[in-house]
């Protein structure tokens, strides 16, 4: 059984259930997905998570996320599209995915000497992205890779042999030494907070070659998925059920429950008792922690209780009038202050209208919004305060104010427009996603180490999801659930399933 219907749950319980196991998915929530997930409200459907996309609709894609649906049969309906809107001190502008676009927008803001510098630096990422390309993310845990698959993939990097220590290092190392301009190391340094949840000295040099390897393509483009993350949720649970996978909502997990170190089975919070030869537990690590019994809790390593966590987030979901609103940005990426620091509290915001391509996530008429500082809301200052009192909701609405600002240089008179608005905190993100203070994960610097792999002390107890190797993020989600299908399954019976892939 699989604790947890988060998209690594999801792609989990889909491998195994194509492989031919029983599986059941325990979910605490009364709808399934985890963070990705959609809620209606006054006929406006609200985003609570992911909002970038891409790797969906080509089954021959390297996107582990893409490469399960493939497997499963399931197709979702995509709009593509290219760009989003950015407003920095320096300037606010448009600017697509893709190699060109970012040079033109270099030269017009920066001049001739960080264009030859940020030419230097992709030369120098590019490598690395070659690298990427040769390393199919569904079958490369390091955790399943036997002798002789390490020397296939060994040969096969040779050509960049001399670069392949760098993908374990932060992407730091690679930025500074090629990027003096501010504007430039800045904007490296957002594009690594938005994927890890920390700077670019960080974040895992991996996880960024392969984003640059993606949106600096000349091909590159976004996909949306017509009706939201929902759509993607329920194309992996369709290609679960359809292959026997079964899906428990409101059945929150109390504890796993043991015999000496043999896990038999989880108790639930009504105290129902489900019995299981495996457990995966598709949760945050300290959320797992919580499920394992006292007196056996020392088994884990003194390393994992003291991983820091990333900080939390604050939300606006708006439905607005779109009367006479032309051009709107389907995303937009908001920065205050460079000097304060790419992590500093309420200082970078998103923003998404998904109704822009998709007519259907709002009434006629109208456009829906979901926006959220990063990872950068500090749990702290909420921590002691309860839901629906005075001193939580004033603060709420003061914290919740710096969405405003950038609204109103997108929309001038969003004042007037706002029909539906509701508000979010790290209380309430922690309440409906089920995670540790509300946060974004494991702030696990890639200066030190990897993140922790699926295994824990116990055989028979598994892992996935964000808090496990390759780390935070859809695709790298989506690739922790193949690493413990492939586990529990066996090489042999995991390989003749993934043969199917191109």
């Given at each position: 059984m699989?604790?947890?219907?988060?998209?690594?749950?999801?792609?989990?319980?889909?491998?195994?259930?194509?492989?031919?196991?029983?599986?059941?998915?325990?979910?605490?929530?009364?709808?399934?997905?985890?963070v990705a997930h959609t809620f209606t409200r006054s006929g406006y459907k609200f985003e609570s998570g992911p909002s970038l996309w891409n790797g969906l609709e080509c089954p021959t894609n390297t996107s582990p996320l893409g490469q399960i649906l493939d497997l499963l049969e399931e197709s979702i309906e995509v709009k593509k599209y290219k760009g989003w809107k950015v407003l920095v001190p320096e300037a606010e502008f448009e600017?697509?995915?893709?190699?060109?676009?970012?040079?033109?927008?270099?030269?017009?803001?920066?001049?001739?000497?960080?264009?030859?510098?940020?030419?230097?630096?992709?030369?120098?990422?590019?490598?690395?992205?070659?690298?990427?390309?040769?390393?199919?993310?569904?079958?490369?845990?390091?955790?399943?890779?036997?002798?002789?698959?390490?020397?296939?993939?060994?040969?096969q990097f040779l050509p960049e042999i001399n670069h392949a220590n760098k993908l374990r290092k932060g992407f730091g190392e690679i930025a500074n030494k090629f990027l003096t301009d501010p504007f430039l190391n800045n904007w490296v340094d957002l594009l690594s907070f938005l994927i890890s949840g920390m700077s670019m000295d960080d974040t895992n040099t991996a996880a960024m070659a392969t984003l640059f390897n993606e949106w600096f393509n000349p091909n590159a483009h976004l996909e949306y998925p017509l009706g939201g993350s929902e759509s993607v949720v329920n194309a992996l649970l369709r290609g679960?059920?359809?292959?026997?996978?079964?899906?428990?909502?409101?059945?929150?997990v109390k504890n796993i429950n043991f015999t000496k170190d043999f896990a038999t089975g989880v108790t639930l919070k009504n105290n129902a008792i489900i019995n299981s030869k495996f457990i995966v537990a598709n949760c945050d690590i300290w959320n797992k922690h919580s499920l394992i019994p006292s007196h056996l809790i020392s088994k884990?390593?003194?390393?994992?209780?003291?991983?820091?966590?990333?900080?939390?987030?604050?939300?606006?979901?708006?439905?607005?009038?779109?009367?006479?609103?032309?051009?709107?940005?389907?995303?937009?990426?908001?920065?205050?202050?460079?000097k304060r620091g790419i992590?500093?509290?309420?200082?970078?915001?998103?923003?998404?209208?998904?109704?822009?391509?998709?007519?259907?996530?709002?009434?006629?008429?109208?456009?829906?919004?979901?926006?959220?500082?990063?990872?950068?809301?500090?749990?702290?200052?909420w921590k002691n305060l309860k839901p629906n009192t005075k001193e939580y909701n004033d603060l709420k609405v003061e914290r919740c104010e710096v969405f405003m600002k950038p609204l109103r240089k997108i929309i001038p008179d969003i004042d007037k427009r706002i029909e539906l608005k509701m508000l979010g905190t790290p209380v309430t993100h922690q309440r409906f996603t089920n995670t540790h203070c509300?946060?974004?994960?494991?702030?696990?610097?890639?200066?030190?180490?990897?993140?922790?792999?699926?295994?824990?002390?116990?055989?028979?107890?598994?892992?996935?999801?964000?808090?496990?190797?390759?780390?935070?993020?859809?695709?790298?989600?989506?690739?922790?659930?193949?690493y413990t299908a492939e586990a529990i399954l066996g090489k042999k019976e995991f390989k003749e399933i993934i043969s199917k892939l191109n």
């Open positions: 699989i604790i947890g219907s988060g998209i690594g749950g999801l792609c989990c319980g889909g491998l195994l259930a194509l492989g031919g196991k029983k599986v059941l998915i325990c979910e605490s929530h009364s709808k399934p997905g985890g600017l697509e995915v893709g190699d060109s676009p970012f040079r033109k927008k270099i030269q017009e803001l920066r001049g001739d000497e960080a264009l030859n510098q940020w030419d230097s630096f992709i030369e120098a990422v590019r490598p690395l992205s070659r690298i990427i390309d040769k390393m199919p993310l569904l079958t490369t845990s390091p955790e399943n890779l036997n002798l002789q698959e390490i020397l296939k993939l060994s040969i679960f059920k359809k292959n026997g996978g079964k899906l428990l909502l409101s059945s929150k884990f390593k003194t390393r994992e209780f003291s991983i820091e966590k990333c900080k939390s987030f604050l939300h606006i979901h708006l439905g607005f009038d779109a009367a006479n609103i032309k051009d709107l940005p389907i995303h937009t990426i908001w920065v205050d202050d460079w992590t500093a509290d309420r200082n970078i915001a998103v923003f998404s209208i998904p109704s822009v391509l998709d007519p259907s996530m709002s009434p006629k008429g109208k456009h829906v919004l979901h926006g959220y500082t990063p990872a950068n809301e500090p749990w702290e200052i509300g946060s974004y994960g494991p702030a696990i610097s890639a200066r030190e180490s990897l993140f922790p792999g699926y295994k824990t002390p116990f055989r028979n107890v598994l892992a996935c999801g964000a808090s496990t190797f390759p780390g935070i993020g859809i695709p790298a989600v989506a690739a922790s659930g193949a």
